[in-house]
């Protein structure tokens, strides 16, 4: 059974770079068929920040992209995030998910995330 | 890219029927059946519910499911039970390989 699991800081300071690793353990990282990816939630409502392939081509949310990071390690069957010059908004709960997308001659298939971890909370506080 | 269009909450008797809306645009839900519902109780991860617009992953049930029209979708939840008191979100492909998720609804059973 797929599990992902998130760790890192759960406390960054104003300015600083919040940096969070999934482990993904059942299942293959290198999968052709899946995206890795990362959402968030404040305390309520839930925002994309990115996506990543295991040959590491990202997609990102528009209004972070200029901050956000994601990287793939294969080797360690683990995605990173990396989100810079953080303040209060960007306190939340960070997920990582598998993401499963699909496009062919007939169209856009699946969009959906179908196996989260259990998330963890970073405070941006001084 | 704004955040799609839920009501903040919803209720509904036990037994009774519910339907959620999604309000988005002709970038996102009107140009993409690419729709997504997810369930999430307190303090857990968020579970998919619906994707493609109507269909439902093995296992979840058959008293889920989903529509769309135009640049709306909505989740209906027949004879509801106490088990689904929980929030939902949608969440829809807006093109360029982006996503874009609701701001959550509270379903509360009476």
């Known amino acids: 059974q797929l599990q992902l699991q998130e760790s890192g800081p759960g406390l960054v300071k104003p300015s600083e770079t919040l940096s969070l690793t999934c482990t993904v353990s059942g299942g293959s990282i290198s999968s052709s068929t899946y995206y890795w990816g990362w959402i968030r939630q404040p305390p309520r409502g839930l925002e994309w920040i990115g996506n990543i392939y295991y040959g590491g081509g990202t997609h990102c949310n528009p209004s972070l992209k200029s901050r956000v990071t994601i990287l793939v390690d294969t080797s360690k069957n683990q995605f990173s995030l990396k989100l810079t010059s953080v303040t209060a908004a960007d306190t939340a709960v960070y997920y990582c998910?598998?993401?499963?997308?699909?496009?062919?001659?007939?169209?856009?298939?699946?969009?959906?995330?179908?196996?989260w971890g259990q998330g963890t909370l970073v405070t941006v506080s001084s | 890219q704004s955040a799609l269009t839920q009501p903040a909450s919803v209720s509904g008797s036990p037994g009774q029927s519910i339907t959620i809306s999604c309000a988005g645009t002709s970038s996102d839900v009107g140009s993409y059946n690419l729709v997504s519902w997810y369930q999430q109780h307190p303090g857990k991860a968020p579970k998919l519910m619906i994707y493609e617009v109507t269909k439902r992953p093995s296992g979840v049930s058959n008293r889920f499911s989903g529509s769309k029209s135009g640049n709306t979708a909505s989740l209906t939840i027949s004879g509801l039970q106490g088990e689904d008191e929980a929030d939902y979100y949608c969440?829809?492909?807006?093109?360029?390989?982006?996503?874009?998720f609701g701001g959550g609804t509270r379903l509360t059973v009476l």
């Open positions: 998910a598998r993401y499963r997308f699909f496009s062919d001659s007939s169209g856009y298939h699946y969009s959906l995330f179908d196996s």
């Open positions: 969440c829809s492909y807006a093109g360029s390989n982006t996503l874009v």
